[in-house]
């Protein structure tokens, strides 16, 4: 597990330095910024990456698997980057193996449940953003694909004939076992809690960074960012969802009324402004990290 760990390490800070060299600087160069606002994303943002370390922490604990908030922290923080190597399941072997990796705790164990944070993450993203995306007057399937992915999550999630004919059906669809977890509901709201404080932390965030370019007035326009973030993450073969997450963002600014070039120019700034919330909690693990070896 150790070497393990180290491998990806090193391989998703060299894919990750890789992806900040192709962005196009010069797409919001022209961009006006409110510095009182973009602090205000600025803290919130780092607020939502601390808080989803000690969601990882809490998934765990409630799985019986014990570990200081700080190895939470610290494993979460130096796998972030994982994200940015093509297949998406590395975020989620990343900070499963830091755990296991100096411990009895089983790999798999460690892994089955940083998967179902990460399930209950997006459907829980998916269900605070609903009601709120009904506000806006977008074409009506858009509200029948978020309602549609979040109760296809939740059936697949929670009821077991339906999870174990899908489960089949991806095995034979990927021609190997697919072992994805059932999550008890009990579990999930407990969980839930702890996505919800994190997705409210970056929505706010998202908020802040709307009014520091003036892109758009209203704050329902923020719930834009949980539904751009889980079509990426979903969109399992593409890297940090890079350009799925930028083209949905794009696409509801524009159904807003925005100008296409500028909400061209808004979303790559988004991505990094998200950036920078990887880059401060992966700093905050590496200082945890040195400060452990200390002791």
């Not at 109760?151 to 999630?157: C, S």
């Not at 999550?183 to 932390?201: H, R």
């Not at 969802?241 to 808004?266: D, K, N, P």
């Amino acid at each position: 597990m150790k070497r393990f760990f180290n491998i990806l390490f090193y391989l998703s800070i060299i894919i990750f330095v890789i992806y900040l060299t192709q962005v196009d600087y010069l797409v919001f160069s022209d961009i006006q910024l409110n510095y009182w606002y973009l602090g205000l994303a600025t803290l919130f943002l780092w607020a939502g990456f601390y808080f989803s370390t000690q969601s990882w922490w809490y998934a765990l604990k409630i799985h019986k698997i014990h570990i200081p908030r700080k190895t939470g922290l610290i494993s979460h923080g130096l796998s972030i980057f994982a994200k940015y190597i093509p297949g998406k399941v590395w975020v989620i072997l990343g900070r499963a193996s830091y755990v296991a990796k100096d411990s009895e705790i089983s790999g798999k164990d460690s892994s089955i449940v940083s998967l179902k944070e990460q399930l209950i993450f997006i459907m829980t993203g998916m269900l605070i953003s609903f009601f709120p995306i009904l506000y806006f007057d977008f074409p009506w399937y858009i509200p029948w694909i978020i309602v549609s992915t979040s109760v296809g999550i939740a059936v697949f999630l929670f009821i077991k004939p339906i999870h174990n004919v899908i489960q089949n059906i991806l095995s034979k669809l990927f021609k190997k076992p697919i072992d994805i977890p059932l999550i008890s509901v009990s579990k999930a709201l407990k969980l839930g809690l702890y996505t919800i404080l994190y997705w409210g932390c970056w929505i706010l965030s998202f908020y802040f960074l709307i009014q520091a370019v003036g892109i758009h007035d209203s704050f329902v326009s923020a719930f834009i960012f949980p539904i751009s973030a889980i079509y990426g993450i979903l969109a399992i073969i593409v890297p940090g969802g890079i350009g799925v997450r930028e083209g949905i963002m794009v696409s509801l600014f524009v159904f807003l009324g925005v100008e296409t070039s500028q909400a061209v120019s808004f979303s790559v700034l988004a991505r990094l402004w998200f950036v920078c919330g990887e880059l401060f909690i992966f700093f905050m693990a590496v200082v945890g990290k040195r400060l452990m070896s200390v002791t």
